[in-house]
């Protein structure tokens, strides 16, 4: 089975520097993936990680270290659109070779003025 | 069309009533997937399937049905709705011949009511 595990809620100062932590249990791991959604909206894809170590994008980075199932996504310089819930995702290889998803439960950041 | 469309954008269902939702991509992926999201519990994938012709189950796929008669299109089905399908449903779609990630690309969502 595939337990994943990230904070509820977070809170931040715009202009700050966040990090939300996301550790999984899983068999079969493929990659690791951070997602954003605003609130009645649909996710939208921030960032992948297969192999350890820190993807930079722009403000937001991922880091990943697979001996230690942990990721962590960090976002620079607040501002106050990166209010949303940010989805940790594990990726494995399903038969047939598509990539099923277990997400974890989100983290809601809100950035305050 | 552009990425993917989901239809009804809501809708509230009477107990026992068969629904179907639909959805469909213009990007030309092979793997489509359904899932649903409830507060608290996150995305729980329900049915995906890997190319045209082709089906599985997810974590959650007691009470739905899905099918793929072709690429573009890929209807999720309640047979008889129940008050716990109260859910917003997503549907997304990835490319499994593309290098990387294959991150999936998720529609606007359905918001199903149950009563």
């Known amino acids: 089975g595939q337990n994943i595990d990230q904070p509820t809620e977070m809170t931040a100062t715009e202009g700050a520097i966040v990090q939300i932590n996301c550790t999984y249990q899983?068999?079969?791991?493929?990659?690791l993936f951070w997602y954003q959604q605003h609130a009645g909206e649909a996710p939208t894809f921030l960032s992948y990680n297969v192999l350890d170590g820190l993807e930079e994008k722009g403000r937001f980075s991922s880091f990943l270290s697979r001996s230690k199932g942990y990721s962590y996504l960090l976002l620079k310089e607040l501002q106050m659109k990166d209010s949303a819930s940010y989805l940790c995702a594990v990726s494995r290889i399903s038969s047939g070779s598509a990539r099923q998803l277990t997400f974890g439960s989100g983290t809601q950041l809100t950035v305050l003025p | 069309i552009a990425g993917i469309t989901q239809a009804p954008t809501s809708q509230i269902l009477a107990a026992g009533r068969r629904m179907t939702l639909r959805c469909t991509q213009d990007?030309?992926?092979?793997?489509m997937y359904w899932y649903r999201q409830d507060l608290g519990l996150g995305l729980r994938l329900i049915h995906y399937s890997n190319t045209a012709g082709t089906t599985g189950k997810g974590e959650v796929p007691d009470g739905y049905s899905v099918s793929r008669a072709n690429t573009d299109d890929f209807p999720l089905t309640l047979a008889s709705a129940v008050p716990s399908q109260t859910s917003v449903y997503f549907c997304?779609?990835?490319?499994?011949?593309?290098?990387?990630?294959?991150?999936?690309?998720f529609g606007p969502g359905t918001r199903l009511t149950v009563l």
């Open positions: 997304a779609s990835s490319d499994l011949a593309g290098e990387g990630g294959n991150e999936q690309f």
């Open positions: 990007m030309r992926h092979n793997a």
């Open positions: 899983t068999s079969g791991f493929n990659g």
